[in-house]
């Protein structure tokens, strides 16, 4: 599940000290997720993007999840009042390179035009990925596409009608030289929207926050 989105900037401290104290924690504990991680941008808009991996996209359809997004506790539903422009998609990996976790993330949201998802997808997969985490600074490479809408909850009737995602490139880095030249290619003129790209947002995170399962369990 991918999501970006801003907070009221006076709601900025209260919301980074629910998200890791309270909503990261509740999140983890539902059967199927994974892990989740909170990145704050250094460079682009919006503020934040977060990242929850999941066991398969079931999980994210699942009673147990509805549930919660349906029975928001009263901190979470007062946070919610605070959120700007969220984006959320349930998203299928298309296809991955590289191992690890990067400090720097580059976030690369596009809609491919009519008729071009798979030439813009197989460029990606076929050119893009496998040589991206062979250059020095970069880590990993992940491709994503929305695969299932998202269903309305309660949490959401609070915050606002989201905006789904389509098409996402999430590239991974140590070094932010290295991720910059990887953006520079992907969106430069040989890059995505000369293959059919649309409606392109990019935006560069560092890492802020991330809790696994394992220790919510622990």
């Known amino acids: 599940m991918l999501l970006s989105f801003d907070v009221a900037v006076d709601s900025i401290a209260e919301h980074d000290y629910w ?27 919006p503020r934040y993007m977060v990242l929850y991996e999941v066991e398969s996209l079931a999980i994210l359809t699942s009673s147990p999840y509805l549930e919660r997004l349906n029975a928001p506790t009263p901190w979470t539903a007062r946070m919610m009042t605070h ?6 998609g349930f998203c299928s990996v298309v296809s991955s390179a590289g191992f690890g976790l990067g400090r720097l993330a580059l976030l690369v949201r596009y809609k491919p035009t009519h008729g071009t998802k798979a030439s813009v997808e197989a460029r990606l997969r076929d050119e893009v990925l496998p040589e991206l985490p062979a250059q020095p600074g970069l880590g990993s490479a992940h491709l994503l596409r929305g695969a299932v809408t998202p269903t309305m909850t309660n949490e959401q009737r609070i915050r606002g009608v989201d905006e789904t995602v389509d098409s996402a490139l999430i590239v991974t880095a140590y070094d932010d ?5 990887a953006k520079d290619r ?6 995505i929207e000369r293959h059919g790209a649309t409606d392109i947002r990019s935006a560069i995170y560092a890492i802020h926050y991330s809790l696994s399962r394992n220790e919510i369990d622990a």
Request: hydrophobic share 35%.
């Open 83 to 88: 959120y700007r422009s969220m984006t959320r």
């Open 19 to 45: 998200h890791t104290y309270e909503h990261l924690p509740e999140r983890l504990s539902i059967p199927g997720f994974l892990r989740g991680t909170r990145w704050v941008t250094v460079e682009g808009q």
């Open 186 to 191: 992907i969106l430069g003129p040989l890059g």
């Open 177 to 181: 030289v290295a991720l910059k030249g």
